[in-house]
């Protein structure tokens, strides 16, 4: 049987000090790790305050059906997902509010949160649950073409080919799951690898081959996007015998991976020379007492909804044990 909790001071407890507000946890994200941490947070009684950041929700928003999280036997779409996490937080109190962590000052605690430039967050313990952001490939064409042909969001901008030929570079499961859903919008896809196999799970390489207007083009690099009146019309590749491969399409989405938003905190926490920040094993401990990390922003390996709900977990208990050792 669960105990009640008393929520009704919960906007009180949050102290003003030196004309910037202080907290008792604050998290920055709002994937799955950090409303995660919200909800474990919020029933523990630390009166969290989440900072959304520049994409409520997080990554998952912009994927379409999820169906490995446990618990949705028929699948959900990635936002309908956030929008639960979302709601269930806030029911247990989380304060949750739009803005982005602009600066950090992880210096000694309480921790200096810069929000939106502006103002400023003094945290007795910290949550950094700010995920991961897609990777280009850092061509100048991919710049130039840049939400006119060029995006990597096949949730976001598929909808906008409709009827059209596209090409998706990349051989992850990202990769296969954009050319999957441009499939079902556009006449043909092409899936561009730069090796001779697939990344992606089994599951996903099977769906990907038995879709009949999913070319995979295997061993090519891509090399220029091509267009004219600014918008795209093809994509130069170099296949294995160094060939130029022109393929004409209205569309480039680019799935090759992710980067950790972990630049704000560079100075103060350890990471791996990617920017994935480093937590002691079996933790969610930075090396920065009352600092925590969980979700995409430290893990490297998983980088799943279900994995980062699991640390965002670990992150909230992590800091409840924290806070309980201090004197606020
Ligand atoms: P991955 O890192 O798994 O794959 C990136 C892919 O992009 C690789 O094939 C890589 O090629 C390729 N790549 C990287 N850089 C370039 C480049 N400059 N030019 C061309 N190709 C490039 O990233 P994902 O985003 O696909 O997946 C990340 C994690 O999220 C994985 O663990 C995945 O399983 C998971 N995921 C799960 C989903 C699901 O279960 N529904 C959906 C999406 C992701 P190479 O192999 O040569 O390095």
Same mark, same amino acid.
């Given at each position: 049987?669960?105990?009640?909790?008393?929520?009704?001071?919960?906007?009180?407890?949050?102290? @003003?000090?030196?004309?910037?507000?202080?907290?008792?946890?604050?998290?920055?994200?709002?994937?799955?790790?950090?409303?995660? &941490?919200?909800?474990? &947070?919020?029933?523990? %009684?630390?009166?969290?305050?989440?900072?959304?950041?520049?994409?409520?929700?997080?990554?998952?928003? #912009?994927?379409? =059906?999820?169906?490995? !999280? /446990?618990?949705?036997?028929?699948?959900?779409?990635?936002? =309908?997902?956030?929008?639960? !996490? *979302?709601?269930?937080?806030?029911?247990?109190?989380?304060?949750? $509010?739009?803005?982005?962590? @602009?600066?950090?000052?992880?210096?000694?605690? /309480?921790?200096?949160?810069?929000?939106? %430039? @502006?103002?400023?967050?003094? +945290?007795?313990?910290?949550?950094?649950?700010?995920?991961?952001?897609?990777?280009?490939?850092?061509?100048?064409? =991919?710049?130039?073409?840049?939400?006119?042909?060029?995006?990597?969001?096949?949730?976001?901008?598929? !909808?906008?080919?409709?009827?059209?030929?596209? *090409?998706?570079?990349?051989?992850?499961?990202?990769? &296969?799951?954009?050319?999957?859903?441009?499939?079902?919008?556009?006449?043909?896809?092409?899936?561009?690898? $730069?090796?001779?196999?697939?990344?992606?799970?089994?599951?996903?390489? =099977?769906?990907?081959?038995?879709?009949?207007?999913?070319?995979?083009?295997?061993?090519?690099?891509? $090399?220029?996007?091509?267009?004219?009146?600014?918008?795209?019309?093809?994509?130069?590749?170099?296949?294995?015998?160094?060939?130029?491969? $022109?393929?004409?399409?209205?569309?480039?989405?680019?799935?090759?991976?992710?980067?950790? %938003?972990?630049?704000?905190?560079?100075?103060?926490?350890?990471?791996?020379?990617?920017?994935?920040?480093? #937590?002691?094993?079996?933790?969610?401990?930075?090396?920065?007492?009352?600092?925590?990390?969980?979700?995409?922003?430290?893990?490297?390996?998983?980088?799943?909804?279900?994995?980062?709900?699991?640390?965002?977990?670990? +992150?909230?208990?992590? +800091?409840?044990?924290?806070?309980?050792?201090?004197?606020?």
């Amino acid at each position: 049987m669960f105990k009640k909790m008393d929520l009704s001071d919960n906007k009180t407890q949050k102290k @003003s000090e030196g004309g910037a507000e202080k907290v008792k946890c604050l998290i920055i994200g709002s994937g799955p790790a950090g409303y995660t &941490a919200a909800i474990y &947070a919020a029933r523990a %009684n630390l009166n969290p305050v989440l900072y959304e950041g520049l994409q409520p929700g997080g990554q998952l928003t #912009t994927t379409t =059906e999820v169906e490995n !999280f /446990p618990g949705y036997p028929d699948g959900i779409t990635g936002p =309908e997902m956030m929008e639960d !996490f *979302a709601k269930q937080a806030k029911r247990f109190g989380t304060d949750v $509010r739009f803005g982005l962590a @602009s600066a950090a000052d992880l210096s000694a605690a /309480p921790f200096k949160i810069t929000i939106d %430039n @502006s103002k400023i967050i003094k +945290a007795e313990s910290l949550i950094i649950a700010t995920g991961a952001t897609a990777k280009y490939i850092g061509l100048e064409s =991919e710049k130039k073409y840049m939400g006119s042909g060029v995006s990597a969001c096949a949730t976001c901008d598929g !909808f906008f080919y409709k009827n059209l030929d596209v *090409a998706v570079v990349g051989g992850g499961d990202t990769a &296969a799951e954009e050319s999957l859903y441009l499939s079902g919008i556009c006449r043909k896809v092409y899936l561009i690898i $730069r090796k001779d196999h697939m990344r992606a799970s089994k599951v996903m390489q =099977e769906r990907v081959m038995n879709r009949k207007n999913i070319t995979v083009l295997y061993e090519h690099v891509t $090399r220029e996007i091509l267009g004219t009146n600014g918008v795209v019309t093809g994509v130069l590749l170099i296949n294995s015998k160094g060939e130029e491969v $022109r393929v004409d399409v209205s569309g480039f989405f680019v799935a090759i991976g992710h980067l950790p %938003n972990s630049a704000i905190f560079k100075d103060y926490l350890d990471t791996d020379e990617t920017g994935y920040i480093k #937590t002691l094993p079996g933790s969610s401990k930075t090396n920065i007492e009352g600092v925590f990390a969980c979700g995409d922003v430290m893990d490297p390996h998983y980088r799943q909804a279900v994995t980062a709900a699991g640390t965002g977990c670990m +992150a909230a208990m992590d +800091a409840e044990r924290y806070l309980g050792t201090r004197e606020i």
